[in-house]
């Protein structure tokens, strides 16, 4: 079945003698022993979380996921799951709140090397003897940087190592990190999947079921960072529109990216559908989209951004992202004094309004 199908059907797993067309929440977290479901305890399975899993592993072509109560914990399994003393190349543009795990709780336990993964003769002089995990995020926040996923798995299959790749921006409507050669991929299913901005969530897909994954789903329900049975059924139920609402975005953010690029206010504008992006060429070879995130830099400084912020009327000044609403923020501001983000850039989220209205207001903030 195609996308579309699978998104609204495979999520949603009716076993009520009563027919309901939609699945139940069931809140109950403990179940009778020897139950025809095989559930027995929430924390370590649930109907709302096995309908979430199932409906991630098969829009992800994976062959089992597991659902988490954030992305963050989803990512941080990732990196506990690796034996101590492993070495990790990640990005030197990715998501903050991951590369604060991997300094912050993994600092004296993992070794890692941000480098501009984009550039494959960077990455190539970072591996090490010990290198274990190869992390990708593409597109990647704020900078929308385009790694090419097809190349980093050659490496890591050379390296005996594990490719993940950060699906968020992207999303498997527009990628599919596992077809690209990634054993697996993150989501924080807080952005698109949730689609809303009401629920936080986080998800890894496994290309395969081998110990590393094994190992992962252990940590899932020995750590117990697991969603609750309403977060579940609230991304089952946004998942059903995931496609629809992605080709907006798409389309949204293609039409704001060609009008910022146009505006004498505007200094750079990072979106990968535009042809002068440095990862264009690369994103079309593993996108059938671009996505609706886009960043762009406002001529002067950091007030300069923050003026045009603060003119805003349609666009929220928020963190975070994949919503139906329009969100902007001053990354540099959010990501604290030793970002390298710049400090006139403006991160958008485009949402589903109307883009006549997203213009209007986009024009009149920039004056
Ligand atoms: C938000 C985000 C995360 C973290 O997810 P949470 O649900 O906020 O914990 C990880 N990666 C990317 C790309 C994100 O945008």
Redesign the pocket.
Known sequence: MKFETIAIHRGNQITDKNKPVVQPITLSTTFEHGNEGGVLYTRANNPNRRALEEVLAALEKGSDAAAFS????A?TVVFQALEPGSHIIAPDDM?H??HSSMVNLFGGILEVSFVDMSNLEEVKNAIRPNTGLFWV?TPS?PLLKITDIRKISDLAKAQGAVLAC?N??ATPVFQNPIELGADIVMH?S??YFGGHSDV???ALVTKQTNPFWEKIKMIQQVGGAVPSPFDCYLLCRSIRTLAYRMRGHAQHAMILADFLSHHPKVEKVYFPGLKDHPGHEVAASQMTGFGGMLSFTVKGGAAEADAVVSKMRLFANAT??GGVESLVERRAAVEGPTTKTPQNLLRVSVGLEHTDDLLEDLDQALG
């Open positions: 954030s992305g963050n914990a990512g998501y709140g991951l995020e926040n950060d968020t921006f924080s807080t952005k936080l969530g986080g975070s992202l």
